[in-house]
């Protein structure tokens, strides 16, 4: 098991920054990605961005050339940086994380840390 410990939401204004930090309890078995992903009220969660133990990354659409996500393995932390935030950009951001151990996928989730970006 993996327990995932997110930080740095809260609340900015519409232009503003923040820093989300996911750190892992240990290394992840190889292949794994670690990701972010968001859900606002009333709609489904959706993928913000990962990063795979390789360090290939995928971005959602609406966040690309706004959201910088990055890894430091020694410290099994992904980070989103995200900049120039847009009210849509309010939810809550749940880090994933997930490995492949002896054939099998497994899959964990962060408790969900909120961003608010006001207008």
């Known amino acids: 098991q993996v327990q995932l410990v997110e930080s740095g939401g809260g609340l900015v204004q519409t232009g503003g920054s923040l820093r989300l930090s996911c750190a892992a309890s240990?290394?992840?078995?190889?292949?794994?990605?670690m990701g972010w992903y968001r859900q606002a009220p009333g709609k489904q969660r959706e993928l913000v961005a990962d990063?795979?133990?390789?360090?290939?990354?995928k971005y959602a659409d609406s966040v690309k050339g706004r959201f910088t996500i990055s890894r430091d393995h020694a410290k099994n932390t992904v980070y989103l940086q995200m900049n120039s935030l847009k009210p849509e950009d309010t939810a809550v951001y749940y880090c994933?994380?997930?490995?492949?151990?002896?054939?099998?996928?497994?899959?964990?989730w962060g408790q969900g840390t909120q961003v608010t970006v006001s207008s």
């Open positions: 994933n994380a997930y490995e492949v151990k002896f054939g099998s996928q497994y899959d964990y």
């Open positions: 990063i795979s133990s390789s360090g290939v990354t």
């Open positions: 240990r290394s992840l078995f190889s292949p794994n990605a």
